[in-house]
């Protein structure tokens, strides 16, 4: 492992630019606050502090350096967190990470491609007299040039010859360009998307990765959308992503809808965290990746019976996986980017408003579509609710559901029971336990030391000269002395290689509370020294208490011994030594 990328990387970006992608910053002396992003609160408990690129919420506890940020925010194991932050440092990664592998190299380049196929899409939609009937349609639709611009909707030809031409243009290889998925598999002569309204869709970075391509003719289909590719796989990527992480974390859920359409619609009305699939149903990745931003959601689906389905799906596979979710009811054949264009903006905030619950959705479907006078009728109510009160990952929760089912079919809750466990099948158990909670222990005037040391590092040169490991009780104490000391002999300097060296998810929150709370920062060198003395002290003391019980067994035994001369010479050198601390030498 390189530790120079580290810290160049380190050195590089500045935690309030990286955070802020993700948390709405305030700047507070020499801190910056916010809304933790890791847990629900109203007022900031979140904290980051340029000067040291640390981050600490005095409410969950979580706190550590950038790529503990991007680590716990984005899901990433190191190596992904390292590429991430590495392509945002402009900092190449060596071998080791597999930064020029032929895959990598051919990811960059379709994106490189799609980037440029965006960005003249764009400028055309905008600027090209022939784009008029789609910068008409748009209009027509209710769509203001804000909105079109911040979703970078496009325009591509209706001459299929333009994107071959323009992309030789580039210098890009014929089978390049076969692979590219901007091509139908018939060949080059054949774009994928000519004549229609480009919307690309980005990746969490904000990369374009694929298009949405919709048609203004009255034949074929309405809507083509960009197949897999080595940069876009469609069950792992949603549409509006990159533009609703902020507003998901500012507002603690999301809004699913059907389509693009809808979520452009959510975002004009200045509903930010709506997002899509694209070409798929609502997948598990999906719903695992939404999960990192999110645990709650808002599923905003057509009013038509293709869409009650839908929602049934959805509500299960968010319960799967830990998210809560509530349904945005509409009229038959309304979706929310009609309800923009015809009632206006107050009409979708209303529908946001009046959201009901899950399970209160689910069973009123289940017993509109059953006769619940019959006993037949009753039972097929248990069956629809039963894939539902599977995945429920609380017992309470399933209990409450069990005993309003019961309620509302007039049964008993046992006989609920009893079906049930006749058709049960093992529920999923996708609760994540969240066992990162720190726990708040007694800080030892060991671990105050090591603390302040790694606060202030110039010091630890003298404090090394002072302390040695086995002065040293406190366990979290002797593991920062030998981070500090490992980073010392590789002259590795900042807080950031400390932590890195010490890899314990603990010791870095309680060092970055303590670095944040700048309980250190004031006199830091006296309470260095003041520490130093008390712990050599300590020390010293103690294996003077050591000797002096050692002298009383070898007395016991034989006087004038070789042990007891040694023992009683080191005594006495442990007195001189606490005598020079008492007069601070
Ligand atoms: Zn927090």
Not at 34 to 58: D, I, R
Not at 241 to 264: H, P, T, W
Not at 343 to 354: D, I, P
Request: glycine share 6%.
């Amino acid at each position: 492992m390189s530790r120079n990328v580290r810290d160049e990387i380190n050195n590089k970006l500045s935690i309030v630019d990286i955070v802020d992608k993700y948390v709405t910053l305030k700047r507070a002396g020499t801190r910056y606050t916010g809304l933790c992003p890791f847990h629900n609160e109203k007022t900031p408990s979140f904290s980051v502090t340029p000067e040291n690129n640390l981050f600490y919420c005095f409410g969950c506890h979580k706190g550590g350096t950038i790529f503990d940020f991007i680590m716990e925010i984005e899901n990433m194991d190191f190596p992904e967190a390292l590429k991430f932050l590495a392509e945002k440092a402009g900092v190449e990664l060596d071998n080791n990470y597999s930064s020029d592998s032929p895959d990598r190299k051919k990811r960059d380049a379709i994106k490189e491609l799609y980037k440029r196929a965006a960005v003249s899409f764009e400028y055309i939609l905008q600027n090209k007299p022939e784009a008029e009937v789609a910068r008409d349609y748009l209009v027509k639709r209710g769509l203001t040039e804000e909105i079109v611009k911040e979703f970078r909707i496009g325009w591509a030809p209706d001459d299929r010859s333009w994107l071959l031409k323009f992309l030789k243009t580039k210098g890009y290889s014929d089978p390049f360009l076969a692979e590219s998925g901007l091509f139908s598999q018939r060949g080059l002569g054949y774009p994928l998307f000519s004549g229609r309204i480009m919307f690309p869709l980005r990746n969490a970075n904000g990369e374009v990765i694929a298009f949405s391509g919709r048609t203004l003719k009255d034949f074929g289909p309405k809507y083509i959308n960009s197949p897999e590719t080595p940069i876009f796989y469609k069950k792992r990527n949603l549409y509006g992503l990159s533009n609703a992480v902020k507003a998901v974390r500012q507002s603690g859920y999301f809004i699913l809808c059907e389509g693009q359409m809808d979520v452009i619609a959510y975002h004009q009305a200045g509903v930010k965290n709506a997002v899509a699939p694209l070409g798929t149903a609502y997948t598990q990745e999906q719903a695992a990746i939404l999960k990192r931003y999110s645990d709650k959601a808002v599923l905003s689906f057509d009013g038509d019976s293709a869409g009650r389905k839908a929602i049934n799906k959805a509500v299960i596979l968010n319960e799967n996986h830990g998210i809560k979710s509530k349904v945005a009811v509409f009229e038959d054949k309304d979706d929310p980017a009609d309800l923009l264009l015809n009632k206006g903006e107050k009409a979708l905030h209303k529908v946001l408003k009046s959201t009901i619950n899950s399970f209160d959705y689910i069973l009123e479907n289940a017993i509109n579509v059953s006769n619940i006078r019959s006993p037949d009728g009753k039972e097929d109510v248990i069956r629809k609710m039963e894939d539902y009160l599977n995945s429920l990952g609380s017992e309470v929760r399933r209990d409450g559901c069990i005993n309003e089912i019961a309620a509302r079919l007039g049964v008993d809750t046992a006989s609920v029971y009893k079906d049930l466990r006749r058709g049960r099948r093992k529920p999923e158990n996708n609760q994540p336990a969240d066992n990162r909670r720190v726990k708040k222990s007694k800080i030892s005037s060991e671990l105050f030391l090591l603390i302040a040391v790694v606060v202030s590092r110039e010091e630890y040169a003298w404090v090394r000269g002072k302390i040695d490991i086995d002065d040293l009780c406190d366990e979290r104490a002797r593991k920062i002395y030998i981070a500090l000391e490992e980073c010392y002999r590789n002259e590795e300097t900042g807080i950031d290689s400390v932590l890195n060296r010490l890899a314990d998810e603990e010791l870095t929150s309680l060092i970055a509370e303590k670095v944040t709370s700048e309980e250190y920062s004031i006199n830091s060198d006296e309470l260095i020294k003041d520490s130093v003395k008390k712990i050599k002290k300590n020390s010293l003391l103690k294996k003077r208490e050591e000797i002096v019980r050692k002298l009383k067994n070898v007395s016991s035994i034989t006087e004038g011994d070789v042990n007891e001369i040694e023992l009683l010479s080191e005594k006495i050198f442990i007195d001189q030594e606490i005598e020079k601390l008492r007069l601070g030498i």
